[in-house]
């Protein structure tokens, strides 16, 4: 088995070569990294190639990979048998850890967060009898027809299918707004006063690379919701249990939550949380539909519940520090090398953005320097560190993550940015 032989295989196989668009290195050029194994901070291709990982699953491995309490937790679960389609004790496990680690009053688990998000969206039509949402222009809430969608042009608001097969009937009930603009945020409810029914937002938005919100964005976010009727949902698939033990803490006032990653402990998941009143309009308590074969699945709730046992304050302490040190050493590599790059960072989620300075919204983001992050990923792949593939996804590190690797990921960085940006 080599890298190649698995990639022509995929490519045979998979549109794209791929069972997700990003990890066809599309964006970066080059061909993709097969990944056969995970280790702590480490992964390794089909041909032995170790590499420091920092795309952490996209989210959820904040242990590292293959921490021994998790696959321990899932052995035992998976020794029990794994697919009985009833109530179980492990749903029981996670939901209280999550519920007193988050205040979230009652919970319904699913099996990704695009699940989530879309069923959270269903509950707040429900609640309030209304059809719009609104959504932010850089914000990924998963791939559910009704948020893939993309800001119209000119002085439309409602949005435009981001995506082909989605119609536009569907694309116009959602509307696509500026991300730290409340400005626009008002007009949009002076035009609208009585028929949104959700605002959903990620709490920090950190998938066109993050975005680092405004407080008096935030301020407006959950004041215009509540007096306008509208549900603010906030999507904390991945800062849910990121930061500390519980949510972000930035939209206290969000009526419903969306959960995922982390809480899964690497294997599938997605959740729901908020008050009585909403998550029983869930069936079978109330008249919203959803279903799902695999929802709560035992190795799930078990990975979950093993996870969550290993985030202390303690644990969190050291992602930070840990993460502060990377950060640290990539902003003095910026400096020494002279390229036009920033770095945002909160807690254990980094970006290293090719423009000069950190972006406001999409507009700029979207101005960062992307033929420059491909050049910096292959020379990144080149001496062992894998990054993202893509400008704009976020950089994850673990709780495996130590000085060491962090070191190496500067040392590297400080080479591969000179690559990025020849003088
Ligand atoms: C903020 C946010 N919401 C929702 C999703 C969708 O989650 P999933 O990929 O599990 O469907 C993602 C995925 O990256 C995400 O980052």
Redesign the pocket.
Known sequence: MTNDSLRRAAADLFPGGVNSPVRSYRSVGGDPIPIVRGQGPFVFDAEGTRYIDCVGG??PAILGHAHPAVVEAIAAAAAEGLAFGALGPREIGLAESIRAATGLERLRFLN????A?MTAIRIARAATGRDLVVKFDGC????SDGLLVRAGSGVATLGMSDSAGVPQAVAGLTAVLPYNDPSALLRWFEAHPDDTAAVIV?SIP??VGILAPDPEFLQALQSLARARGALLIA?E??TGFRFRRGLSGVLPSADLV?L??IIGGGL?I?AIGGPARLLGLLAPEGPVYQAGTFSANPAVMAAGIATLEQLTPAAYQRLEQVSRHLENGLLTAIKRAEVPASVVRYGSMLSLFFRSAPPRDYAEAREADTAAFARFHRAMRQRGVLVPPSQFETWFISLAHNEPEIDAIVRAAAEALREAVPG
């Open positions: 996209f989210g990704s967060g695009t699940e998000t990924y809430h998963g791939h990620e950190a998938n999507d698939i991945i969306t995922g990653k599938p997605g």
